[in-house]
């Protein structure tokens, strides 16, 4: 009598497929406990929390740390360049800036269609300025965008006008530039290297243009001059009378001043205690009245004393006369 176990074994092997498939199937669930569905491994293919495979970033920087970068495939270099290269192309050759423009340029259109255009531009503070100076600095054509107006570029183009200043520059929706300007006072002429120009109390130039318009403003000569222009005028205007017949104010190597009077006097002032030797110069001129004399030159350089230099006629008489020119008592310290 041959074995169980193998009979067993010779039947199960002879039975048909599917039978060896239900007495598969009812083993597994024979494992189960009662009441409980069975578990599936697939459930705890991952394991437990903590052992869960790293994410992307991890790997990335698990990479960094351990330098595998070098082991890249060629074809990611290589197409990493091509990218930079591309782009690097289309910076470089405007591409970027022309499809910025067109767009930009389509929106300024639409806003104009929707009424939002210049169609009026007020100005404020202007008396000197030319409104066509104005407007071409503003470069705000009507029909434009308003949001076409550039009102920083504008601005800097209007405070290199001459005559302005200061500018500010307004949007007011829907259709309205405003612009306000503070003007320069013109305060002095200038004269440097045989040109003429306007300047300010700051002694900044204003504009070489129509200077005869302003003759009646103090004229000063010399480089220098622009910058000390406004504090030699205050001084000056102590002596009023003085001041009246002064054609011109010379800045001599920068460091002092001569006067230039209206019958041709040159009159020399020392570098310090100008206000000193303008008092002196007044009180000569109240006594003996000198400045109405044929003099060339009054030189008040010297705290001590001043000097008289006469006209070559009137030498010639004073020699001739063997007399006294001027009547300028000696206590004066006076020279002739």
Do not use: C
Not at 75 to 89: K, M, N, P, S
């Amino acid at each position: 009598m041959p074995p169980v176990g193998r009979s067993a074994s010779k039947r199960q092997s002879q039975a048909s497929p599917r039978t060896r498939k239900n007495a598969q199937v009812r083993r597994k669930v024979a494992t189960s406990a009662p009441g409980k569905p069975a578990r599936k491994k697939a459930a705890r293919s991952f394991g437990r929390r903590s052992k869960r495979p790293p994410s992307r970033f991890q790997r990335f920087m698990a990479a960094l740390r351990e330098n595998r970068f070098a082991s890249a495939p060629a074809a990611f270099v290589t197409g990493f360049l091509l990218v930079a290269v591309t782009l690097y192309g289309l910076a470089v050759g405007g591409h970027f800036a022309a499809f910025g423009s067109t767009i930009v340029t389509g929106l300024n259109g639409m806003v104009a269609s929707a009424g939002f255009s210049v169609e009026d531009i007020t100005v404020s503070g202007r008396s000197r300025t030319p409104n066509d100076a104005i407007r071409r600095a503003l470069d705000a054509p009507y029909g434009a965008s308003m949001l076409s107006v550039d009102l920083d570029a504008a601005r800097a183009r209007l405070e290199d006008l001459d005559w302005v200043e200061e500018a500010h520059v307004t949007r007011f929706w829907p259709n309205r530039i405003h612009v306000q300007i503070v003007e320069r006072e013109p305060y002095a002429i200038w004269q440097r290297g045989g040109r003429l120009a306007l300047i300010d109390k700051q002694g900044n130039p204003i504009t070489e243009s129509n200077i005869e318009a302003y003759g009646h403003l103090p004229f000063v000569v010399g480089h220098g001059a622009a910058r000390e222009a406004a504090a030699f005028q205050e001084m000056l205007a102590e002596w009023p009378e003085l001041r009246a017949r002064v054609r011109a104010a010379v800045r001599v190597g920068g460091r002092r001043w001569n006067l230039k009077l209206e019958n041709d006097i040159n009159v020399m002032l020392p570098e310090d205690g100008v206000a000193r030797a303008l008092g002196e110069l007044s009180a000569i001129e109240a006594s003996y009245r000198v400045l109405a004399r044929d003099i060339e030159a009054i030189d008040l350089r010297l705290a001590d004393r001043f000097t008289i230099r006469l006209t070559d006629e009137a030498a010639a008489r004073r020699a001739a006369s063997g007399a006294n020119e001027f009547d300028v008592k000696p206590g004066k310290g006076s020279s002739t």
